[in-house]
């Protein structure tokens, strides 16, 4: 399994990004067998949880801290992960990952495959 992360860059406070990952797997490790999510790790800090989406899309959870202004999605058909990020804030800038796993729920995500990160800095 292979994820590659991408949309990240500069943006202004209170702008918008929009991330995408693609998931590439074979047979044995087809994307629908697997909820997706997104998390991100900024400088210093560890690593956290942003967001999660299951299997079929039906279900969504999100950190706290991104309730309201951040929205995964996906497209089955096109084994891709989507986060739209919007009102970005300065806490915000870190790099972001996309992950291929388990759901649970509110906890997240139990991820099993991870991806490259992308880089999301917000400047004031």
């Known amino acids: 399994v292979q994820l590659q992360a991408s949309g990240g860059g500069l943006v202004e406070t209170g702008g918008s990004l929009r991330l995408s990952c693609i998931f590439s797997?074979?047979?044995?490790?087809?994307?629908?067998?697997?909820?997706m999510g997104w998390f991100r790790q900024a400088p210093g800090k560890e690593r956290e949880f942003v967001a999660a989406?299951?299997?079929?899309?039906?279900?969504?959870s999100y950190a706290d801290s991104v309730k309201g202004r951040f929205t995964i999605s996906r497209d089955n058909a096109k084994n891709m992960v989507y986060l739209q990020m919007n009102s970005l804030t300065r806490e915000d800038t870190a790099v972001y990952y996309c992950?291929?796993?388990?759901?649970?729920?509110?906890?997240?995500?139990?991820?099993?495959?991870w991806g490259k990160g992308t880089q999301v800095t917000v400047s004031s």
């Open positions: 992950a291929a796993g388990t759901y649970s729920g509110s906890s997240g995500l139990r991820g099993e495959y």
């Open positions: 989406i299951s299997r079929t899309g039906g279900s969504t």
């Open positions: 797997g074979d047979i044995f490790n087809n994307y629908r067998n697997y909820a």
